[in-house]
Nanobody
Framework: QVQLEESGGGCVSAGGSLRLSCAAS????????MGWFRQAPGNERECVAA????????YYAHSAKGRLTISRDSAKTTVYLQMNSLKPDDTAVYYC?????????????????WGQGTQVTVSS
């Protein structure tokens, strides 16, 4: 059974940092691009960052550039999202996803597997 499990969410004050992790199990995700999405109440799910299967190519949403960093370990089993200078607008449920394509995409339709999500709350 394929599983993606996020961790690292929580409550933080504006300006603080969090590091989200997404652990993959059940199959090897070496040939999968990975993405981090978020969804706030009343909003559509949006991609904040994505990384290619090799780890060398990344995508960031405009709102994430300079503050969020996506990375994956060499074994391709864990993907991270380092979030710095957090703002209240970053409050959302964060999901990781895997797509069987070489390069990450901002389109949720490209992703085959999804985690259950982890809540991030940023207070002002």
């Amino acid at each position: 059974q394929v599983q993606l499990e996020e961790s690292g969410g929580g409550c933080v004050s504006a300006g603080g940092s969090l590091r989200l992790s997404c652990a993959a199990s059940g199959r090897t995700f070496r040939n999968y691009a990975m993405g981090w999405f978020r969804q706030a109440p009343g909003n559509e799910r949006e991609c904040v960052a994505a990384v290619s299967w090799g780890g060398s190519s990344t995508y960031y949403a405009h709102s994430a550039k300079g503050r969020l960093t996506i990375s994956r370990d060499s074994a391709k089993t864990t993907v991270y999202l380092q979030m710095n200078s957090l703002k209240p607008d970053d409050t959302a449920v964060y999901y990781c996803a895997a797509a069987k394509v070489p390069y990450g995409s901002s389109s949720a339709n490209m992703y085959d597997y999804w985690g259950q999500g982890t809540q991030v709350t940023v207070s002002s």
